[in-house]
T-cell receptor
Framework: GENVEQHPSTLSVQEGDSAVIKCTYSDSASNYFPWYKQELGKGPQLIIDIRSNVGEKKDQRIAVTLNKTAKHFSLHITETQPEDSAVYFCAATSGTYKYIFGTGTRLKVLA | DTAVSQTPKYLVTQMGNDKSIKCEQNLGHDTMYWYKQDSKKFLKIMFSYNNKELIINETVPNRFSPKSPDKAHLNLHINSLELGDSAVYFC????????????FGPGTRLTVL
């Protein structure tokens, strides 16, 4: 069945360093890939997304890359700040209304 | 002016009880969803409604019944609550299409004792 693997499960970086989270999807028909940030006690919030006709997208310190051939996509956060600490989820969908979520990455930015 | 709101935020109840969680969105979206997040933070879709019609019904016990009185509301009713139902339940909405971005509510933490 459809599956999204996400790595690493936890990630600690020093403030100012970069963080990279990687996801691999199984359904080759997947065509939309959002990334969500979930802070403690809150719902997931969309931070960036990418569609299958684009290889890379950037929004200030956050970027997402997509490799359709390898079926993987990555989230890159540069110049990390303590407020970036949260759980990050990737997701993939193939146009069925159903998002398949990764298992989450707990990011800790150490001041 | 919260986009997707849920009530209550916390719900503590005994096994065997029946409870409801309400969700409302003021984004003008046509599609709404219910997700369950377990203790390991895994997010899994339960139901989805588009224009008040059920379009996704994952393998969820019959004790869970969603109801959509109008496009802006999707409520979740749970009968005969069990310990394993303890989780955080998130409502979400999206504009209309199958790959439109989903916007999540703040969640309802359900604890079954």
């Amino acid at each position: 069945g459809e599956n999204v693997e996400q790595h690493p499960s936890t990630l600690s970086v020093q403030e100012g360093d970069s963080a990279v989270i990687k996801c691999t999807y199984s359904d080759s028909a997947s065509n939309y890939f959002p990334w969500y940030k979930q802070e403690l006690g809150k719902g997931p919030q969309l931070i960036i997304d990418i569609r299958s006709n684009v290889g890379e997208k950037k929004d200030q310190r956050i970027a997402v890359t997509l490799n359709k051939t390898a079926k993987h996509f990555s989230l890159h956060i540069t110049e990390t700040q303590p407020e970036d600490s949260a759980v990050y989820f990737c997701a993939a969908t193939s146009g069925t209304y159903k998002y398949i979520f990764g298992t989450g990455t707990r990011l800790k930015v150490l001041a | 002016d919260t986009a997707v709101s849920q009530t209550p935020k916390y719900l503590v109840t005994q096994m065997g009880n029946d409870k409801s969680i309400k969700c409302e969105q003021n984004l003008g979206h046509d599609t709404m969803y219910w997700y369950k997040q377990d203790s390991k933070k895994f997010l899994k879709i339960m139901f989805s409604y588009n224009n008040k019609e059920l379009i996704i019904n994952e393998t969820v016990p019959n004790r869970f019944s969603p109801k959509s009185p109008d496009k802006a509301h999707l409520n979740l009713h749970i009968n005969s609550l069990e310990l394993g139902d303890s989780a955080v339940y998130f409502c979400a909405s999206s504009l209309s299409g199958p790959t439109d971005t989903q916007y999540f509510g703040p969640g309802t933490r359900l604890t079954v004792l």
